[in-house]
């Protein structure tokens, strides 16, 4: 079974960085794409950033793009969000999932969650 740990979470300030990392284990062939979503409470999880596996194909949120970039060490088993020019509403749990695709969704983010860690915080602010 799949298994995923995030690290890396804390606090910045406005326009700081952050990486957060994620260990995975138990990944198939069947896995195509890993990927990291954000929620804050009372809000629905926002799709971010996704990587095929396979390609190392990269797909972003508009929400982030040019700002947030995903990468994996696939030696490592670690998947890694590097977060640059961060904003206050960049605050929230973030989370590694497997991810699937989904004809028909959002266009933001076409992307369902199948299985994620417990999540590592980001708190921006001055």
């Known amino acids: 079974q799949v298994e995923l740990v995030e690290s890396g979470g804390g606090s910045v300030q406005p326009g700081g960085s952050l990486r957060l990392s994620c260990m995975f284990s138990?990944?198939?062939?069947?896995?195509?794409?890993l990927a990291w979503f954000r929620q804050v409470p009372g809000k629905e999880r926002e799709g971010l950033a996704l990587?095929?596996?396979?390609?190392?194909?990269?797909f972003y949120n508009d929400s982030v793009k040019g700002r947030f970039t995903i990468s994996r060490d696939g030696a490592k088993k670690t998947l890694y969000l590097q977060m640059d020019r961060m904003e206050p509403s960049d605050t929230a749990m973030y989370y590694c999932?497997?991810?699937?695709?989904?004809?028909?969704?959002?266009?933001?983010?076409?992307?369902?969650?199948?299985?994620w860690g417990q999540g590592t915080q980001v708190t921006v602010s001055a």
């Open positions: 138990g990944v198939t062939p069947s896995t195509f794409s």
């Open positions: 999932a497997t991810a699937t695709y989904v004809s028909g969704g959002p266009p933001a983010f076409p992307y369902e969650f199948n299985t």
């Open positions: 990587i095929y596996l396979a390609s190392d194909i990269t």
